[in-house]
């Protein structure tokens, strides 16, 4: 099965701006994977912020932004506030099966 | 709005079974998949399988094979997780998601313990 990996923590500053990436064992991501990015914050369900590499949700804010870069999926946040501290997830959808990365926990210091 | 309203939390004993219900309400539910995902506590997602409820078609995660079951009724545009031969490690939030942008249900806690 294939492997998806995250950084397992990044620290961004306040107003700054992150990149969160996500690779895939099998090579480079393309459109084809259909890239997810979810938040979640503790004690609560996830909440998709991306799909399909980069297409937002009516509720996705506008500082948030989804592309490929490098070979991997990427979610860039752009003026961090301190209500994005959380944990990110991407997802990879192969053929017949989809794959979570191991979450990256964000912490805006 | 996409709404997926899951069944309430449940408490099993080892070796039993369980079966989740989640009710999807304001889109044409079987025009897309439902995922099942669960989150062990202070773990990752895992996916666990999903169903095509137009068809009932389900693939499963490969270390779910055998245990799990994906069903659906179309009359009540309900989809159904039934996980059988519980363990202590099947301890986990449960929940379904629809497809094609990823709505999420609300979650159902289940706790396997004797």
């Known amino acids: 099965q294939a492997v998806v990996t995250q950084e397992p923590s990044l620290t961004v500053s306040p107003g700054g701006t992150v990149t969160l990436t996500c690779g895939s064992s099998?090579?480079?991501?393309?459109?084809?994977?259909?890239p997810y990015w979810f938040q979640q914050k503790p004690g609560q369900a996830p909440r998709t912020l991306i799909y399909h590499t980069s297409n937002k949700h009516s509720w996705t804010p506008a500082r948030f932004s989804g592309s490929l870069l490098g070979g991997k999926a990427a979610l860039t946040l752009s003026g961090a506030q301190p209500e994005d501290e959380a944990e990110y997830y991407c997802l990879f959808s192969y053929s017949g099966t989809v794959v979570f990365g191991g979450g990256t926990k964000l912490t805006v210091l | 709005q996409v709404q997926l309203v899951q069944s309430g939390a449940e408490v099993m004993k080892p070796g039993a079974s369980v079966k989740l219900s989640c009710k999807a309400s304001?889109?044409?539910?079987?025009?897309?998949?439902i995922h099942w995902v669960r989150q062990a506590p202070g773990q990752g997602l895992e996916w666990m399988g999903r169903?095509?409820?137009?068809?009932?078609?389900?693939d499963y995660a490969q270390r779910f094979q055998g245990r799990v079951t994906m069903t659906r009724d179309t009359s009540i545009n309900t989809a159904y997780l039934e996980l059988s031969n519980l363990r202590s490690d099947d301890t986990a939030v449960y929940y379904c998601v629809r497809g094609s942008g990823f709505y999420w249900g609300q979650g159902t806690l289940v706790t396997v313990s004797s």
């Open positions: 169903i095509d409820p137009n068809n009932g078609g389900a």
């Open positions: 304001a889109y044409t539910f079987t025009s897309y998949h």
């Open positions: 099998t090579g480079d991501v393309t459109s084809g994977l259909y």
